[in-house]
């Protein structure tokens, strides 16, 4: 699997890509997280985007007309996946985890809440379901950039590097390449603009409640892997969830 | 063979994960219908990741064939998303007697994004519902985590007698 010459096949694989990476990287926390409140959380996010992951995959295997949500999430390479860098950034210590997370959720809140009126109304469905989880994901996000930003000397600390360090990997998901602008043109997907400018103000407003100093949004943004040119870490990510089906195809439990 | 009875045999099947409550009060069936011989049942999942659906949809197919119907047919429908509205009060009613509290107000506002556990009752755009502890009855209790044992539930505990209990989230 190459190219995807279909827009919206490659819009669905973004999507499902995003949420199964992000979800096998807070999987890999289970039964770690610094309290047990926050190891459930870790991993009820994790459920959530798995769940996520299966409904646009499963649509993206419809549309493809082979394979499985299955097939796609365990039988493709690096270079076929879609996902932007962030989510493939490691899980670092707990301000890199919620800081990664963060970002993710404010985007994925707003682009959420743009599908809901999508034109294809299978991608409204699935928005419809996912929203009132991703709900839950940023209020919880935005509640622990601010404890640890407002918090002690060296959570502020961390945080603010978590922030700042991960800042080039945000802006990703809001250059829209050719498949992006065919779904917006077909009324399928909400503009670039329109969802920058709400991540940019919930950002800004909850890194003043935290009392963090918000990076230059003019900054240089990393690219690459929503065209499947990933970061060294992609491969690790791929190497631990393919395992099973590369080394026993077909395996059931 | 007719609809309602189909219905009151689907009253019989048990949540998997919270076995005093039916898959009919917990609002997850939304539709029975006869298409020729075949029983068409829709049903919806509660959280996109519940690892429970694949077994409340082998348990209502069981539980069909069981009664001697043998054409069924699930349809996992997705919109309207499942919503806490949806549960019966005899289905909250249990819960409350199992110890977990039941869903308080309508579902989620989901245009609230702020405040949570640190901004209390009233700050922000997200009211934190008030929640009865189901041992005791005071309405005296503290939220400990948005997320609990299982997608659907948050974590409290009692300020009066002190248990910790699950609250089944608003969705």
Wanted: net charge negative; aromatic share 8%.
């Amino acid at each position: 699997m190459a190219n995807f010459p279909d827009p919206k096949l490659t819009y669905l694989l973004r999507q499902g890509d995003n949420a199964l990476i992000l979800s096998q990287q807070l999987s890999k926390l289970c039964g770690k997280g610094p309290a047990l409140e926050e190891d459930m959380a870790l991993t009820n996010v994790a459920l959530d985007l798995l769940g996520q992951t299966r409904m646009w995959l499963g649509y993206a295997a419809e549309l493809r007309g082979e394979g499985d949500e299955d097939t796609l999430a365990f039988l493709r390479d690096a270079q076929d996946l879609r996902c932007c860098l962030l989510v493939e950034q490691p899980n670092g210590n707990y301000a890199d985890t919620m800081m990664r997370q963060f970002y993710f959720d404010t985007w994925h809140y707003f682009l959420m809440q743009g599908l809901l009126t999508s034109s294809d109304p299978r991608i409204a469905e699935i928005a419809e379901k996912s929203i009132k989880e991703v709900t839950y994901h940023l209020r919880r996000s935005g509640d622990l950039v601010v404890r640890l930003g407002d918090g002690t000397l060296d959570s502020h600390a961390r945080i603010q590097h978590a922030a700042n360090a991960l800042w080039m990997y945000s802006g990703e998901v809001f250059l829209y390449d050719a498949a992006d602008l065919a779904m917006v043109e077909q009324g399928v997907a909400p503009s670039s603009d329109s969802l920058r400018a709400a991540f940019l103000e919930h950002v800004s407003e909850i890194f003043a409640e935290a009392t963090l100093t918000m990076p230059d949004p003019d900054a240089w943004m990393q690219r690459g892997g929503k065209q499947g040119r990933h970061t060294e870490h992609l491969g690790f990510i791929l190497a631990e969830m393919q395992f099973l089906q590369r080394a026993y195809p077909g395996a059931e439990w | 063979m007719n609809v309602a009875q189909v219905w009151s045999w689907l009253g019989e099947v048990a949540d998997p994960e919270i076995p005093v409550i039916s898959i009919v009060d917990l609002g997850i069936v939304r539709a029975v219908a006869f298409d020729g011989d075949a029983c068409v049942v829709t049903i919806t999942p509660t959280y996109s990741g519940c690892p429970a659906m694949q077994m409340i949809a082998e348990s209502v197919l069981d539980a069909l064939h069981a009664h001697g119907l043998d054409d069924v047919r699930l349809v996992n429908q997705l919109s309207p998303a499942w919503t806490t509205d949806w549960m019966s009060d005899a289905g909250k009613a249990a819960l409350k007697g199992y110890g977990i509290a039941p869903p308080t107000q309508q579902a989620i506002d989901i245009s609230g994004l702020r405040g949570g556990v640190k901004r209390g009752k009233s700050g922000g755009g997200f009211v934190v519902p008030d929640v009865t502890c189901p041992n005791c009855g005071s309405t005296h209790t503290q939220l400990t985590s948005q997320f609990g044992s299982t997608p659907c539930k948050a974590l409290y505990k009692c300020l009066d007698c002190r248990e910790p209990f699950d609250y089944f989230k608003c969705h």
